[in-house]
């Protein structure tokens, strides 16, 4: 089968009155048709045609493209139109991904805002804890600080409390302003020790307390006695208290106790370290203390600062 090929050229069947003059099926550009004026009958005289429409033209026998070229362009045609439809079908793939992605962009866009709402709420909320409940808390509150107020109420009546010195009834042992702490609980377990510096009531004044050191004890015989003319010492049971050292000097007067006086099973005599000039048991209003009604021991000293410390009684 003869067939002739002009690149660039649309190919178009020629119909003649004689269609085999050119060979069967033979086919040439309409652009040079026209320079075929002969119609040889057979296939040399066809062949020397193109050559001399060839020459005439300056167009090179490469140009031509032989039968065999026309079978792979159909090929590649073929081939083109399969790629095509590939094509297709991967932009349906991709149309298909696209699709997919917007879902899976539209699914991660929603739980980065339930991410966001969740970080929002556990800013609000203690991690690992639920919400606080207002009534609740300030509830707890309440109880908590009725508890602190109980505990510091059954410390003041019952361990301790907070007393200050006033006047000089105790010098060189306490000041006047100087802070104590006295301890209540200690009675309670024992009973009071000579020369204990205890804290007592002062019965004909409300809310006035006295302070003072312990000299006799319940069941003991107290007397003041003046000594060789050089002032005024105890006796216990007829018998000098050598051991009181307090006194800051000689006492120079005795009071009641210039007399022996007997002390009842829960009395006790007191006197102060500065002798001299201090409110004691030797004085009527004072007189011998109850023990029921001392209020506890001098136990530490809280101010002035360079005195800070516990109290010696010994």
Known sequence: MNKIYF?????????????????????????????VETKP??????????????????????????????????????????????????????????????????SQINKTREDKTAVKKSENTPTGEKPVNVKKELFGWVVYIAIIIAISFLIVKFVGMRTTVSGSSMNNTLYNGDQLIINKIGYRLHKPERFDIIVFPYQYKKDTYYIKRVIGLPGETVQIKEVDGNGYYVFINGKQLKSDVYGREVM????????????????????????????????PDVAEIKGKDIVGKAFFRIYPFKDFGLIKHK
Do not use: C
């Not at 829960?266 to 004691?280: A, I, K, M, P, Q």
């Open 7 to 35: 690149r660039g050229d649309e190919e178009e069947e020629l119909k003649n009155e004689e269609p085999n003059a050119y060979g069967p099926n033979t086919y040439v550009s309409t652009k040079y048709a026209n320079l």
């Open 41 to 106: 009958s057979n296939e040399e005289a066809f062949e020397k045609k193109v050559d001399d429409v060839l020459e005439n033209k300056n167009i090179q026998k490469e140009d031509i493209t032989p039968s065999a070229d026309k079978e792979r362009d159909t090929n590649i045609s073929i081939e083109n139109e399969d790629n095509t439809k590939t094509s297709i079908d991967n932009k349906d793939d991709t149309k298909a991904n696209v699709d997919n992605n917007v879902i899976v962009n539209a």
């Open 252 to 283: 120079n007067m005795p009071g009641l106790a210039e007399n022996p006086i007997k002390l009842g099973e829960d009395e006790y005599f007191v006197l102060g370290d500065n002798r001299n000039n201090s409110e004691d048991s030797r004085f």
